[in-house]
């Protein structure tokens, strides 16, 4: 999967509101915030510092690691070079556009993520939700079998449904897992999974559909803005 929505990183404004670094920096505020909690400063004292295992060799902000890790002159030829090397299955995210995601399946993707990283890369990106029945009548009118996959936004069972009704192959997660991985770790990702999994199916059992393959755009009303 090769992202093409972050040639540079986003104005993170809560990042740099909150001095959220590599490593954590504890400041006078997380400490106050700590400090009426007795249970995390006993874990915190008591358990191995926190590292990420993935940036355990850098230190900064979150955009200065992009920036630093991301060439911003990404093209169409550099895709045509990546599908040339890679002969796995070639997924193009960051698609925000019908014609780029014509043109990423053109030039050899297999499937297109429609995302706009969460609202953190470029603000007032379009919403992903709202390209999809676009994107699906475009790649469906070309006889393109690649796959659509809807990310962005999806925080209950009921976003799932939604996409799939609207022609999404799938949907990915990005925050709902790690809310639940920070809740309860493993098995708080687990428990993520349950309740998307409970809420899909009470959503489909409300609809009268027992099959993901019975789902049709006629079970989403998008609300006109
Ligand atoms: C902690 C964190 C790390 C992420 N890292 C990446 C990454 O390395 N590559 C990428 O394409 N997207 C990354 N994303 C973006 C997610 O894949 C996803 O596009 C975004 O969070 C929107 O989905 P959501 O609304 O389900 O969170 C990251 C998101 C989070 C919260």
């Not at 470029?122 to 079998?145: C, G, T």
């Amino acid at each position: 999967m090769v992202t093409v929505d972050t040639a540079v990183a986003g104005a993170r404004l809560r990042d740099v509101r909150n001095g959220m670094t590599i490593p954590p920096a504890l400041t006078l505020k997380t400490v106050l915030d700590a400090s009426y909690r007795p249970a995390w400063w006993f874990n915190f004292l008591t358990h191995e510092p926190l590292t990420f295992a993935s940036l355990s060799r850098y230190t900064g902000t979150v955009a200065d690691l992009i920036n630093s890790m991301f060439d911003p002159t990404l093209t169409f030829e550099d895709l045509d070079w990546l599908r040339e090397t890679w002969k796995g299955k070639l997924v193009v995210k960051g698609i925000q556009t019908v014609e780029d995601a014509r043109k990423v399946v053109d030039h050899g993707a297999d499937g297109i993520v429609l995302s706009n990283h969460g609202g953190r890369q470029l603000d007032r990106a379009p919403i992903p939700f709202h390209l999809l029945p676009e994107v699906a009548a475009a790649l469906k009118a070309d006889n393109s079998e690649a796959a659509i996959i809807l990310d962005t936004g999806i925080m209950s069972g009921a976003d799932i449904v939604a996409a799939l009704a609207l022609g999404a192959d799938f949907t990915l997660i990005g925050r709902a897992y790690l809310y639940g991985l920070m809740a309860g770790g493993r098995a708080g990702v687990d428990r993520t999974l349950q309740i998307l999994e409970k809420d899909m199916a009470r959503t489909m059992a409300l609809l009268g559909v027992s099959k993901i393959s019975e789902l049709t755009p006629d079970h989403v009303r998008l609300l006109a803005r």
